[in-house]
Structure formats: structure tokens, C-alpha cells
């Protein structure tokens, strides 16, 4: 049964291969079909009447990416700290403080934040402008945040941000639990 339905398969697919007809209309324009048609004569085609395009030579353009860059340098940005405010004291026992700060107009992708705190970068560059910190000392810092480009190349500076972290204390423990009395 399945040697059978094969051999069918594959005449029809032999048969679906076709015929190509040709003919005249009464109006002398040549029509040509797969289906028979009266006064319909049988077109044989030969293995080279297959389309072959050949495709241009492709040929790479100068890059314009060194230029790219430069104009990506003359953009002009604007950066500001937006929390914390000017001299605001942040308790925190743990030492975590979060500074968020806004450039206008979007950052490009070939520019990045950096944070420095009382003048030392602090972790990696960035694209996104919110730092968080942790464990850090208490008392006065100044924050900076600054675009800077791939190559290390100051493009804009916000002034420097004065906070006050207060920290009860720097070795104690992080949490202190009271322990409930037992019954003595």
C-alpha cells in the first residue's frame, strides 16, 4: 500500500511538472498556458531557458563612523543632580545613599555617567543616571557627576553636590535586635 501511494505520488509530481502551451488569439497576441487550449501547439523548454541573474560586484563604502563620533562629542549636554539636595543630612546606619541625576538631551550611546564622590570615581561609568552606594562613611562628601565619552574625554559636569550622611556607628552591627527577658 505505501509502495503504491509513492509511486502515485511521485507521477503526479512528474505530471505536475506540466506542459506549457502556446497560442494565437484572434487578435494576433500569443497567450501561453498549462492547460490545452484549441489550436494550442506544445512548448518545449530547454535546461538553459532558466533565469540567471548575476548580481553586481558589491563594493564597500568608506565609513563614515570617525565623524560619527566627533558630532556625537559637540553635543551639548545638561547635567544636574536631582536627589539628594543641596547640604541634606541622610541617616542611615548601613551607609546607603542613592544619587540620581538627569541629562538633557538623551544620552548617546557612545557617552557615559560617571559619579565621583570627594573627588574619586566611584564604581564604572554608566548609562543610566542613578548610583547606588553603599557603606559609605559618615560625614560631609561632595558629589560630581560627570558624561563622559569612551575615551575618557569630559563632555559636561554637574557642580558639586554637598551631603551629610549620619550613621550612628561605622563597626557596630548592622541591626540591633533586643532579645526578649526570660522568666527568672
Do not use: C
Not at 152 to 166: D, E, I, Y
Amino acid at each position: 500500500m505505501r509502495v503504491g501511494l509513492a509511486l502515485l505520488l511521485l507521477l503526479v509530481a512528474t505530471l505536475a511538472h506540466g506542459t506549457v502551451y502556446k497560442w494565437v488569439d484572434e487578435n494576433g497576441k500569443v497567450h501561453f498556458s498549462d492547460k490545452p487550449v484549441k489550436n494550442a501547439e506544445v512548448v518545449e523548454l530547454k535546461e538553459n531557458t532558466q533565469n540567471n541573474i548575476k548580481l553586481p560586484e558589491v563594493t564597500a563604502l568608506p565609513s563614515s563612523r570617525p565623524d560619527t563620533d566627533k558630532d556625537s562629542e559637540k553635543i551639548k549636554y545638561a547635567v544636574q543632580i536631582i536627589s539628594p539636595s543641596e547640604e541634606e543630612s541622610i541617616r542611615d546606619n548601613e551607609g546607603n545613599l542613592t544619587i540620581i541625576a538627569n541629562v538633557e538631551p538623551q544620552l548617546s550611546s557612545a557617552h557615559e555617567l560617571a559619579l565621583f564622590m570627594d573627588g574619586q570615581q566611584i564604581g564604572n561609568t554608566q548609562q543610566h543616571g542613578i548610583f547606588k552606594l553603599n557603606n559609605i562613611d559618615r560625614g560631609e562628601h561632595n558629589f560630581v557627576v560627570k558624561v563622559l565619552s569612551k575615551d575618557g574625554k569630559q563632555l559636561a559636569s554637574t557642580p558639586a553636590r554637598k551631603v551629610f550622611l549620619h550613621r550612628t556607628t561605622v563597626n557596630g552591627p548592622a541591626h540591633f535586635r533586643p532579645q526578649p527577658r526570660g522568666n527568672e
